[in-house]
């Protein structure tokens, strides 16, 4: 079974990294700056050869983004920066953000939009994909391919990402202990037992918190054994630290949360181009988890409420709601190779390759499952002529 570089072959069944650190981070000192300029800094530094392409899907994120982009633009007195948008097929209503982004851009008042229309290309064994599957292997996530149509879009530009966003600005595993020591809720009777488990050592209550097993159920693909032993690497690898300020940190070295960015700067390396995540930015981190202390922000909107303040209307810092990309991923040649699958090339210690054939025919595919799709298609292709000349069309097609 092939695997990326960065995970294990567990990780790779499971579909993401199970804990762990990808790099450290400095200490907090105490003369950060505020976090929103902390973010304009870290964007700033795009700009030295001109204005930035920005990826923007017109999510909170993306959108914050843009705005600053704008404004540190403007003071470099250049042009203002480029947004780049996948244009989903308008059969996907579920990824259709139109009304979103023109909101943004019209409060914005930028004129210039890079529009990308996208039908099948995407899909994890489309064009894209494929062509770094061959070239670099398995990457995590195995939608990093997503990058490249952007990255042709934006040129010479440095092209600015949100990566991190999700992860950074979202309440964290102890926000109930949060709400008490920041005033936000009274002192309840489970508070006790709430006090006595934040003594326990982080890895200590890793071991001893239950893993919903309605959750490892939904790894249906998964042998039970592995499925039992994903569980104990789940309680312990994503166990956070109490504090607000630490937890931010811990997220921000994580992983899961640093290495799609380091897939994506590594396609862009080989065409030559530039690609950046400010909320991943070391000293917004460090500004963020410092302004945040003890207690943080409640809410994913409060934290943006804090960052975007008179950036982003107010109902685009409030926005609760979010696009699926799934089925573009998951498309039709993803079908068509999942149909003639061969049915090898997995470690079936692992997994069930007849469970997993069944997921990526099923009508919303599972997004775990996309690592070992990717895999299984590398295990087959050196047969594809082969079965090519037996008659298998479809494997023909979708490998070559």
């Known amino acids: 079974m092939r695997i990326p570089c960065e995970l294990t072959a567990v990780e790779t069944a499971v579909g993401f990294p199970l804990g762990g650190k990808a790099r450290e981070l400095q200490r907090l000192g105490h003369a950060h700056p505020e976090p929103l300029e902390a973010l304009s800094r870290a964007i700033e530094k795009t700009i030295a050869d001109g204005p930035p392409a920005v990826a923007f899907s017109g999510g909170r994120d993306s959108s914050l983004l ?37 909101r943004v851009l019209d409060h914005l008042q930028i004129d210039h939009w890079h529009r990308v229309p996208i039908t099948g290309e995407l899909d994890f064994v489309g064009p894209y ?48 202990m949060h709400d008490l020591v920041g005033r936000r809720r009274g002192l309840q009777r489970r508070d006790f037992v709430r006090f006595s488990a934040a003594l326990i050592p982080r890895r200590v209550r890793g071991l001893a918190r239950r893993c919903n097993a309605a959750d490892l159920n939904e790894l249906h693909w998964l042998r039970p054994a592995a499925r039992s032993r994903v569980g104990g690497l789940l309680r312990v690898g994503f166990e956070e630290p109490v504090r607000w300020e630490s937890a931010v940190r811990h997220v ?28 991943l930015d070391p000293g917004f981190i460090a500004a963020f988890a410092r302004a945040g202390g003890w207690a943080g922000w409640r809410t994913r909107t409060a934290a943006m409420d804090m960052l975007a303040r008179d950036l982003l209307p107010t109902e685009v810092r409030a926005r609760k709601s979010k696009a699926s990309f799934n089925r573009i991923f998951f498309g039709e040649e993803t079908r068509a190779f999942a149909a003639a699958w061969s049915g ?39 047969n594809a002529e082969r079965a090519a000349e037996r008659g298998l069309d479809l494997v023909a097609a979708a490998c070559s």
């Open 66 to 102: 843009l705005a600053l982009a704008a404004r540190a633009c403007r003071r470099a007195g250049v042009e203002p920066p480029v947004p780049v948008t996948l244009c989903m097929p308008n059969e996907l209503s579920e990824s259709d953000e139109h009304e979103w982004q023109e």
């Open 129 to 176: 994909a494929r062509r770094h599957l061959l070239r670099d292997g398995l990457l995590f996530p195995a939608n990093a391919h997503a990058v490249v149509p952007m990255l042709e879009a934006a040129g010479e530009r440095c092209l600015v990402s949100g990566l991190g966003g999700d992860e950074l600005l979202s309440p964290h595993q102890w926000w109930s």
């Open 252 to 279: 921000g070295a994580r992983r899961d949360t640093v290495l799609p960015l380091r897939s994506m700067q590594r396609l862009a390396s080989a065409s030559g181009q530039r690609v950046c995540a400010p909320f």
């Open 344 to 382: 090898r090339g997995l470690d079936e210690t692992l997994v069930d390759p007849e469970v997993l054939r069944s997921e990526w025919l099923s009508d919303v595919p599972d997004h775990r499952t996309s690592l070992l799709l990717q895999s299984a298609w590398l295990a087959d292709r050196d």
